[in-house]
Nanobody, 114 residues
Framework: QVQFVESGGGLVQPGGSLRLSCAAS????????MAWYRQAPEKERELVAA????????HYVDSVKGGFTIFRDNAKTTVYLQMNSLKSEDTAVYYC???????WGQGTQITVSS
């Protein structure tokens, strides 16, 4: 059974940092690209960052370029999102995802506020 378990969220002040983790299971993790999405209140879910199966060629939405870094550890079947210089508009529930079907975890809440 495909599962994603996100963790690392919380409340942080503007300009602060957080690192999210997503532990994946139920499929051959090293064969799939991975991505982080987020969904803010009353907004559609959007792609934030993606990385290919071997950990190369990261892709970022323009609004997080220079502040967020996606990376993965295939041995641990985990994908990470290092988030620096956080802004209030980064407040959302963050999810990881693989193009293996409509499987989603519970997400982890990030709230950026002073």
């Amino acid at each position: 059974q495909v599962q994603f378990v996100e963790s690392g969220g919380g409340l942080v002040q503007p300009g602060g940092s957080l690192r999210l983790s997503c532990a994946a299971s139920g499929f051959t993790f090293s064969h799939y690209d991975m991505a982080w999405y987020r969904q803010a209140p009353e907004k559609e879910r959007e792609l934030v960052a993606a990385i290919n199966a071997v950990g190369d060629s990261p892709h970022y939405v323009d609004s997080v370029k220079g502040g967020f870094t996606i990376f993965r550890d295939n041995a641990k079947t985990t994908v990470y999102l290092q988030m620096n210089s956080l802004k209030s508009e980064d407040t959302a529930v963050y999810y990881c995802h693989a193009p293996i079907g409509e499987y989603w975890g519970q997400g982890t809440q990030i709230t950026v506020s002073s």
